[in-house]
């Protein structure tokens, strides 16, 4: 299995401002996803990030507010940029195991916009 | 595009009995069926999932899942719940040749003493 660590782990914003929250495996993966949840709530796909070209995002989700960077195969970054309340949940990394059979997840990262 | 419904939010059992939390799916090609788990302020949790092969899948806890392709469902259960299988549960569905999972709004189950 895959670990996954992301930091921050939770964070305290002000609307107006950006958020990048990193994304690091411990083994190489060919295929890295970012999800946002609302606590309680399920998972909605952000974006698909590819290594080395620019993410793919799901209907609703635009690389302005959401940049994404995949500079290797074990790193990505998601920066939540702008933010506004409506922007308060927890951000999830994601990654397809080396069979392609399994999907893991990091921590999360819960982030607060006030 | 795959989908998957979860159609019970909320699911309340008492300790010892069976549990059962439902999943139907649709793909427009064979799927590939995960449950996660997530417990209060805690990431996702793998529990078990369906790829090929027999149609009961058995998985971490105690859990299983029957694979039952005529009626499009991936059900989750357990013989004997336990108070701390409380959790909230989510059903995920990956079409064959598609890069990502889709999640289920997940069902609270709750397991009373």
């Known amino acids: 299995s895959a670990v996954i660590s992301q930091k921050p782990s939770r964070d305290i914003c002000q609307r107006g401002t950006s958020l990048t929250i990193q994304c690091q495996v411990d083994?190489?993966?060919?295929?890295m996803f970012w999800y946002r949840q609302q606590p309680g709530q399920s998972l909605t796909l952000i974006a698909t990030?590819?290594?080395?070209?620019?993410?793919?995002?799901e209907s609703g989700f635009v690389i302005d507010k959401f940049p994404i960077s995949r500079p290797n195969l074990t790193f990505s970054t998601l920066t939540v940029s702008n933010m506004s309340p409506e922007d308060s949940s927890i951000y999830l990394c994601?990654?397809?195991?080396?069979?392609?059979?399994?999907?893991?997840f990091g921590p999360g990262t819960r982030l607060t916009v006030l | 595009a795959q989908s998957v419904a979860q159609p019970e939010d909320q699911v309340n059992v008492a300790e010892g009995n069976p549990l059962t939390v439902k999943c139907t799916y649709s793909v427009s090609g064979n799927p590939y069926l995960f449950w996660y788990v997530q417990y209060p302020n805690r990431g996702l949790q793998f529990l078990l999932k369906?790829?090929?092969?027999?149609?009961l899948v058995k998985g971490s806890y105690g859990f299983e899942a029957e694979f039952n392709k005529s009626q499009t469902s991936f059900h989750l259960k357990k013989p004997s719940a336990l108070v701390s299988d409380s959790a909230l549960y989510f059903c995920a569905v990956r079409d064959v040749g598609n890069n990502d999972m889709r999640f289920g709004a997940g069902t609270r189950l709750t397991v009373k003493p």
């Open positions: 369906y790829i090929t092969g027999d149609n």
């Open positions: 994601s990654v397809v195991g080396a069979t392609y059979n399994e999907q893991f």
């Open positions: 990030a590819n290594q080395g070209s620019e993410a793919t995002y």
């Open positions: 083994s190489q993966v060919t295929m």
